[in-house]
C-alpha cells in the first residue's frame, strides 16, 4: 500500500467517523427514530467506507503504469528537439 492510499482510507474513516457521530447527535436530539434505526445507521455508515475504500484501492493510479526513468529520457529528448527547432 502506498502513502497516498493510507492517508486516503485514514481521511476516509475519520471523515465518515465524524459523519456517524453528526448523524447519531442529530438522530438523538432532533429527529426522533426508533432504537433499531441506530443500529442501521451504523451498518450504512460501515458499509459505504468500506465500499469507497474498495473501489479507491481498485482504480489504477498511471503513475504506477510509467517508468520514471523513461520519462526523464523523454522530457530530456523532447527539450533537445525543441532546441534544434529554435536555431
Known amino acids: 500500500m502506498k502513502k497516498k492510499d493510507v492517508v486516503f482510507t485514514i481521511g476516509l474513516t475519520i471523515f465518515m467517523g465524524v459523519l456517524w457521530i453528526v448523524g447519531e447527535i442529530v438522530m438523538g436530539l432532533w429527529i ?3 432504537p433499531k434505526t441506530h443500529l442501521w445507521w451504523f451498518v450504512g455508515i460501515v458499509s459505504v467506507t468500506l465500499i469507497i475504500s474498495v473501489w479507491h484501492s481498485m482504480m489504477e493510479d498511471e503513475s504506477d503504469l510509467k517508468d520514471p526513468k523513461r ?3 523523454d522530457r530530456k529528448v523532447a527539450g533537445r528537439k525543441a ?3 529554435k536555431k
Open 32 to 34: 426522533p427514530v426508533v
Open 71 to 73: 520519462e526523464k529520457y
Open 83 to 85: 532546441r534544434k527547432k
